[in-house]
């Protein structure tokens, strides 16, 4: 009788473990699943964005960067990442387009 006891006991060791695999598949496809949703996905949108708006930047401008200033763009290189913003008549600085984080409407700088 203790033979048929241990055999009985093996098998349902068995399934109990299959199982426990199971979960454990699921668990990490979960995981997988919120890390890509929230994370590498909003990520990407995020730099994809940020690339149309380096895309799409011209010529008198109005923009923001990201250390506060507002100026109009003034020249732009077509061989370099580098653009000439006018922050005033008289004031210009040279930045990189990374550097922008925001195209402004028109008229925004004489209203401010």
């Keep these: 009788m ?20 199971i979960e454990q598949i699921a668990i990490v496809g979960i995981f997988l699943l919120f890390f890509y949703f929230f994370i ?15 895309s799409s930047l ?7 960067t990201s250390g506060g200033l507002v100026g109009k763009i003034a020249k ?15 004031t210009s600085i040279t930045i990189k387009k990374d550097y ?5 409407p028109k008229g925004t700088i004489q209203s401010l």
């Design 40 to 54: 590498f996905r909003p990520q990407s949108k995020r730099a994809k964005e940020q690339k149309n708006l380096m």
């Design 76 to 90: 732009i290189s077509a061989d370099s990442d580098y653009i000439v913003l006018a922050l005033n008549d008289q």
């Design 2 to 21: 203790s033979l048929l006891a241990k055999a009985y006991a093996a098998d349902g060791g068995a399934a109990s473990s299959v199982t426990g695999g």
């Design 100 to 104: 922008i984080t925001a195209v402004l």
């Design 58 to 64: 011209g010529k008198g401008d109005e923009v923001l």
